[in-house]
């Protein structure tokens, strides 16, 4: 048995919409063995090991069914059993994960596993240690070698997976606070590998560390952890303080101790969770060892007054007490019978007790703080303690420690209560831990006595969410209701979308029209990840990571985000829904590749985006597999996109009041017209987008109406659309490697990135629908990671259609020989009529541009597929043929994200200075060009 591959989903997937892990594992000789075969001996070591499994319904839907599965007549595969078993190592480690499945993977004794996880590291060595163990529990005969190392124990490596699980899960006050935004419907992301969270997106955003806020005061924090300095502010307030003194040195601490009298404390100077104090300390000698211990912890120590009373936690949020409790160290009661290390067993024993912060309770442990505890009473773990004695094992009452919690916040007294919250007010802190020793919490200090011995930055929630005892608080609340008041926004809003062509062009058009419409937004992209038009980072960003990066910053206030196939397979999405999703088409690009390969599954990858959208579902009417994705969706509203005015679909649609775009005939030409709930909204005509070149470049006409469509159901008004889309120009620089067009050398050049049959093909018909003096030339390419009959289909597209070809590879080969790709292109060419004399292969790039740019003559078009856009694109705008001059394109040009970067109110005054206002089609210094206002 050995795991093949793994893959690991962050968000939405083919397999699930949530975190999950992917497993294709190969049972090898082991598919003969189901549990069936295996028998009942197995069965039963694998329930004695891990008892929850008993819990699992499995496909029967309650208790027990897994178990009923695995006791069937044929049993289960081990594939299966191993689902379950990563999932409850989860559950034992305190996570909350359920969902799994196991599918054969379409060879024999192969299964893809998939389940569910709540932090990465956890899963995926949750699934390790869970073949470690189902291999552990096999037959020697059939085990597999080395499957099990030497010496290894089942408890002790489920201890130890705890441990690891702990190290890396968020700390338990961390995650009460992020079931308390779950639970507002806040959004979180983790920062880093400790407690470190975003809460909210973009420019909502507020963080978090354990319970220290992005507002806490820094000198606050300071003044908490200055222990002396805290006891002198509160003293000076007249609230209840013991006396205490600093000691840099055993000698001093000892002067100190007999200055303040008999019983003291001694802590750390800035410690925490209890760690170095001794507390009732009446001789030298105990000071000393005391003074030894706090020393530890921290360079100074502090020698206070020991004050009589129960150990009192008071938590303080934005200036009000919302929870008190009670602490009682950990501790065991004699039964004059059993010895005090049997007493530790039977108290462990109980399932509220676990590693760590695995569960409510922290186990009880016998070391050498618990072995002096003991000596002081005249004990060892070997002593059989009196009945009914109480025989402390801690001289504080942390949790952590194994203390125990009560919850006292309907008692405290009104005193008490305000005296807390006057402390954290003194200190300065939004989120306050109050350490208050009473010997009566429902009496006021004012008459029993009692002192605040601390007050604590990054109070632990714990004790008071799942108190041992009394009734369970709501802490973590308060601390999100002071940082998102009510009505107080959280999130951006999302758009995403995918397609096989098209969707780079249609994420910044849409980015564009929410740029113009006063928005700060965030784009991803297969050429990088933009903020507010500027390029943040370069590269294909069109996974979960990209995502990240742009809902985690701190300027926007919404979010465009292009979704490749690639990311969606490789990773899922890295948001767990949108509020609107397109898919624009589905076209055969990238098939054969990461188990895809029909259109059906492609397009069922693609669909994810459309399951996940929650206010509106915008889809290509003109796409069969693009319609069918309407019935997977549960988008409170679906908007259909056609370029047929009579497509009977979507005529029935805006019939029953539904949402719609759609491309009608006109006087002046053709409109983009909206539809909604029986409205008929004319927006624009299609000559007065840029990007279309006069609505001849019907491939962007469409982008447009998917732009428009998605911006109208993110809420933005027709005016900011329309001003939107008329000032979004193909230019390199705002949409590089889209239908860019040079026309400063005699001949004009068309430059494009598109690398499938029917990416290529639309700019063929565009080449084919422009009026050309001259010839038709082509330079022509396809990714070398493409089958053979997908190279085979671009040649078909444009044979027949250029008076030359210009055949060439791209510089990552993937996979193919140096001129493979071209001469594939070349035969189908040849294949579809084409003359040889007409075919020029030419295997490099750079070659193959130059070659084309200096076959261009006065009059001719030449479209160029390119691969290094920025490369190539210098070679069209740089070329200059014998003795021509160089053209002003070649001499100055901005940058791609200065262009991008530019504000609305520059956009507009950059015609307007030129004394052409919106008339006619002009193209500024920067290259931003303007629809003709007279047409409208």
């Not at 070679?875 to 530019?902: C, D, N, W």
Request: glycine share 10%; net charge negative; proline share 5%.
């Amino acid at each position: 048995m050995r795991i093949l591959d793994r893959s690991i989903y962050v968000g939405p997937s083919l397999y699930a919409h949530f975190p999950v892990i992917r497993l294709e594992l190969d049972l090898e000789a082991l598919e003969q063995w189901p549990t069936a075969r295996l028998g009942s001996r197995f069965i039963e070591e694998l329930l004695w090991a891990l008892p929850g499994l008993q819990e699992h319904g499995c496909s029967y839907g309650e208790p027990g069914g897994f178990v009923r599965r695995m006791r069937e007549d044929e049993g289960t595969w081990l594939g299966h059993v191993l689902e379950h078993v990563a999932i409850e190592l989860q559950n034992v480690a305190g996570e909350q994960v359920t969902f799994g499945k196991t599918r054969g993977a379409g060879r024999e004794g192969v299964y893809t596993v998939i389940y569910e996880y709540a932090q990465k590291e956890e899963g995926v060595e949750a699934g390790e240690l869970a073949m470690r163990l189902l291999c552990s529990l096999l037959p020697d005969d059939i085990r597999p070698e080395r499957s099990v190392p030497e010496g290894w124990a089942w408890e002790t490596a489920r201890d130890e997976y705890i441990r690891y699980a702990q190290r890396r899960a968020l700390g338990p006050s961390t995650m009460f606070l992020v079931h308390a935004a779950e639970d507002r419907n806040i959004p979180w992301m983790r920062l880093n590998d400790q407690s470190l969270v975003q809460l909210g997106h973009g420019k909502y955003q507020q963080r978090i560390q354990a319970t220290v806020t992005g507002k806490t005061s820094h000198i606050a924090v300071e003044l908490a952890g200055d222990k002396e300095e805290t006891n002198k502010i509160l003293g000076s307030l007249g609230l209840p303080v013991p006396r205490q003194e600093l000691a840099q040195t055993e000698d001093g601490a000892i002067r100190a101790a007999r200055r303040i009298g008999f019983p003291v404390v001694t802590k750390p100077y800035n410690g925490n969770h209890g760690r170095g104090i001794s507390i009732r300390l009446t001789t030298d000698d105990e000071v000393r060892a005391g003074f030894a211990a706090a020393k530890e912890h921290s360079r100074s120590v502090i020698v206070e007054t020991y004050v009589e009373g129960d150990d009192h936690r008071l938590l303080v949020v934005n200036g009000e007490l919302v929870a008190a409790t009670r602490r009682t160290p950990g501790h065991v009661v004699g039964d004059g019978v059993r010895t005090v290390k049997e007493l530790v067993e039977i108290v462990n024993q109980d399932p509220r007790r676990g590693v760590g912060h695995e569960k409510v309770l922290t186990r009880l442990v016998l070391d050498a703080q618990a072995a002096m505890m003991l000596a002081r009473q005249g004990f060892t773990e070997a002593s059989v303690p009196p009945a009914g004695q109480i025989v402390p094992l801690r001289s504080t009452a942390n949790l952590s420690t194994g203390g125990t919690a009560t919850d006292v916040t309907d008692v405290i007294h009104p005193d008490n209560r305000d005296m807390a919250t006057r402390a954290i007010r003194a200190i300065g802190l939004d989120v306050g831990g109050v350490d208050f020793l009473s010997p009566d919490i429902t009496e006021s200090y004012r008459t029993v006595g009692g002192a605040i011995c601390e007050v604590n930055a990054a109070p632990g929630f714990r004790m008071h969410v799942s108190p041992s005892e009394g009734t369970p608080r709501d802490a973590a609340g308060p601390v999100l209701d002071m940082l998102f008041p009510l009505g107080s926004p959280s999130r951006v809003p999302v758009a995403a979308l995918t397609g096989t062509n098209g969707k780079t062009t249609t994420a910044r058009m849409l980015a564009h029209v929410t740029k113009m419409a006063g928005y700060t937004p965030g784009l991803t992209t297969t050429d990088g990840v933009y903020i507010d038009g500027q390029r943040t980072v370069e590269g294909d960003m069109t996974g979960p990571v990209a995502t990240r990066m742009v809902l985690s910053d701190p300027n926007i206030d919404l979010a465009v985000l292009e979704i490749a196939r690639g990311g969606l397979l490789r990773a899922g999405m890295g948001v767990p829904f949108v509020n609107v999703g397109a898919v624009l088409n589905v076209q055969a690009d990238h098939l054969g590749l990461k188990g895809i390969d029909t259109l059906e599954q492609l397009a069922e990858v693609k669909r994810i985006i459309i399951e996940v959208a929650q206010d509106c579902a915008v889809l290509n009417a003109d796409d069969p597999l693009v319609v069918k994705m309407a019935a997977y969706t549960d988008a409170k509203t679906l908007c259909y996109v056609t370029m047929n005015p009579q497509h009977a679909l979507v005529r029935e649609h805006i019939r029953a009041g539904g949402r719609a775009c759609a491309l009608e005939a006109g006087v002046n030409g053709q409109m983009i017209t909206l539809y909604d709930k029986g409205s008929h909204i004319p927006l624009l005509w299609t000559h007065l987008v840029p990007a279309t070149m006069e609505g001849r470049a019907l491939h962007n006409v469409q982008n447009a109406m998917f732009a428009a469509a998605m911006a109208f159901s993110m809420g933005l008004k027709l005016d900011s659309i329309r001003m939107g889309l008329r000032t979004f120009d193909t230019t390199f620089f705002q949409a590089p490697g889209r239908m860019n067009v040079f026309d400063e050398h005699s001949f004009k050049v068309i430059f494009d990135y598109g690398h499938n049959a029917h990416a290529v093909g639309v700019m063929a018909d565009l080449a084919c629908a422009l009026e050309v003096a001259g010839k038709r030339i082509v330079v022509l390419a396809g990714p070398g990671d493409r089958r053979d009959e997908d190279l085979v289909a671009i040649a078909d597209t444009v044979a027949g259609r250029f008076d030359h070809y210009v055949c060439r590879r791209d510089d990552g080969l993937r996979g193919r020989d140096g001129d493979e790709v071209p001469r594939i292109l070349a035969k189908a060419l040849k294949a579809k009529g084409v003359p040889m004399e007409a075919i020029s292969i030419i295997p490099d790039e750079q070659q193959a541009v130059d070659a084309a740019l200096r076959m261009g003559q006065p009059g001719d078009l030449l479209l160029i597929f390119a691969d290094a856009l920025t490369r190539s694109w210098k070679q069209v705008i740089k070329f200059r043929p014998e003795g021509a001059p160089p053209s002003k394109a070649a001499v100055a040009y901005p940058t791609h994200s200065e262009s991008m970067a530019l504000p609305p109110s520059q956009i507009m005054a950059a015609g307007e200075e030129r004394g052409h206002g919106m008339e006619g089609l002009i193209r500024d210094e920067r290259g931003v060009r303007f629809a003709r206002e007279s047409e409208d």
